[in-house]
């Protein structure tokens, strides 16, 4: 899927998918018990425009690496198929797809996988040695996280391709386990892309 987690509101830092190379990973204190809250979000890969396009060129260039070959993204109602490039910060793509128009686009301008999502849910598992994903709550706000049952999955529900969603994790560690970088809990986000209709 073209959606990822991220540990800022600011998306500037993804949180990584399948390995633990940038896990979103904190320090607890396992002699006396340690518990911990983090808001976490959700949204489409992004990023900006970084010079004015016309409605005819097909070549653009991205502020930042993303997307892949194949792919649909958006960029003001505009839908583009990402012909080549894709990894890379300069893709060509087939303008105006899906029924939509060619359009000129600023500079800076945000574009967005083009996908909506529906019945997103978000579920703690735990690979690595023991099943520690009991260890996690999840919850839409910090405040739910009081009666949220351990290790139970989340419902996120439907993402439109520009929102941000956001979520609380809590990891509960228990006494007289060792003091411990926790970092082998994955949060799996299941659901259903859709094309932007
Ligand atoms: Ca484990």
Do not use: C, K
């Given at each position: 899927m073209a959606i990822h987690l991220y540990l800022d509101a600011a998306l500037t830092q993804q949180i990584s998918e399948g390995d633990f190379s940038r896990p979103e990973a904190e320090s607890y204190n396992g002699t006396d018990g340690d518990i911990k809250d983090r808001q976490l979000y959700v949204a489409n890969e992004q990023t900006g425009l970084v010079s004015a396009i016309d409605a005819a060129q097909t070549s653009i260039a991205l502020a930042e690496p993303r997307f892949a070959d194949g792919e649909l993204i958006i960029?003001?109602?505009?839908?583009?198929?990402?012909?080549?490039?894709?990894?890379?910060?300069?893709?060509?793509?087939?303008?105006?797809?899906?029924?939509?128009?060619?359009?000129?686009?600023?500079?800076?301008?945000?574009?967005?996988?083009?996908?909506?999502?529906?019945?997103?849910?978000?579920?703690?598992?735990?690979?690595?040695?023991t099943d520690e994903a009991v260890w996690y709550r999840l919850a839409l706000t910090q405040a739910g996280?009081?009666?949220?049952?351990?290790?139970?999955?989340?419902?996120?529900?439907?993402k439109a391709f520009p929102q941000t969603?956001?979520?609380?994790r809590r990891c509960t560690v228990l006494p007289g386990t060792p003091v411990q970088n926790k970092l082998d809990i994955k949060l799996r986000l299941t659901g259903t892309e859709n094309p932007i209709l």
């Open positions: 960029i003001d109602g505009e839908q583009m198929l990402v012909e080549s490039g894709g990894g890379t910060a300069n893709l060509t793509v087939q303008r105006g797809v899906a029924n939509t128009v060619p359009a000129a686009h600023d500079v800076g301008t945000t574009i967005y996988s083009g996908y909506d999502y529906t019945g997103l849910v978000l579920d703690p598992i735990d690979e690595t040695g996280l009081d009666t949220a049952t351990q290790g139970a999955p989340l419902n996120l529900g439907d969603l956001s979520f609380w």
